[in-house]
């Protein structure tokens, strides 16, 4: 019943007008402008497709014809990618990114986790080991003297693929050309932290994965706002997730 309640609501009122205001001044210039056209497939993406062991399913296969027609397009990309936990959406990312990678543009893969970005990471090195790509990862496990080398690095456009958590979005990054913001688990950031790295630069491609997209993220799919590729078919050789429950016993004297 205070002037304190007033207040606050007051100010949240004004940071959520505020925070409207750029997303429309975002989103506007990101419909106006005109994107980096990617050029289509080349023996190198080819090369690169080959090397993963398993076949694709064809919701994988889709979704990668989808994003790849997106990327070659001059409009600016901003594709939902949604597919339950183990169904292949990493590897579809994957074949986004070297895409990237292979027409000279810096890739960000931003994760809302410190094992999540570390499993990226190990996967990545993996990847795209016999391609000579520079890749670098930003979490509180990495010292800072590290961190600081490696933001340099990138400045230069010595890094190719950069993975990280919310240290991603802190204004001392700056990317020397960045071509591609892959967004994993978009449910678990707020919209201020997803909006901040595209207004680095606002002609960025985004490929957001989610499990779970958010009712904001869905109901923007819906509308035709943001086009939607699903990933419903599990991969061959996928097994399910089992739960052992060990009963409990006790002995009665």
């Known amino acids: 019943s205070g002037k304190d309640w007033d207040k606050k609501k007051a100010k949240i009122r004004q940071r959520i007008n505020e925070l409207a205001d750029r997303l429309i001044a975002l989103y506007g210039a990101r419909i106006r402008n005109k994107g980096f056209c990617f050029p289509p497939d080349d023996d190198l993406q080819r090369q690169f497709e080959a090397e993963f062991p398993y076949p694709l399913t064809a919701d994988q296969q889709k979704a990668v014809d989808e994003i790849k027609s997106d990327m070659e397009s001059p409009e600016i990309m901003d594709r939902l990618l949604c597919g339950d936990v183990g169904f292949g959406k990493t590897e579809v990312a994957f074949r986004a990114i070297f895409k990237a990678i292979s027409a000279g543009k810096q890739v960000a893969l931003l994760c809302p986790t410190t094992l999540l970005c570390r499993q990226h990471f190990e996967v990545a090195s993996e990847r795209f080991a016999s391609f000579g790509i520079h890749i670098a990862m930003f979490s509180r496990l990495v010292p800072d003297k590290q961190q600081d080398e490696d933001i340099a690095r990138i400045k230069e456009g010595k890094i190719d693929l950069i993975i990280g958590t919310h240290r991603l979005l ?35 491609d985004v ?47």
């Open 207 to 253: 490929l957001t994965l989610s499990a779970t997209p958010i009712p904001r993220t869905l109901q923007m799919s819906l509308v035709g706002i943001r086009p939607i590729s699903e990933i419903n078919t599990a991969p061959a050789a996928r097994m399910p997730i089992q739960t052992y429950v060990t009963p409990f016993k006790t002995d009665v004297i």
């Open 170 to 204: 802190s204004k001392d990054f700056r990317f020397k050309d960045l071509g591609l913001l892959v967004i994993d688990e978009e449910q678990r950031f707020g919209v201020e932290q997803k909006e901040r790295i595209k207004e680095m630069s606002e002609d960025v």
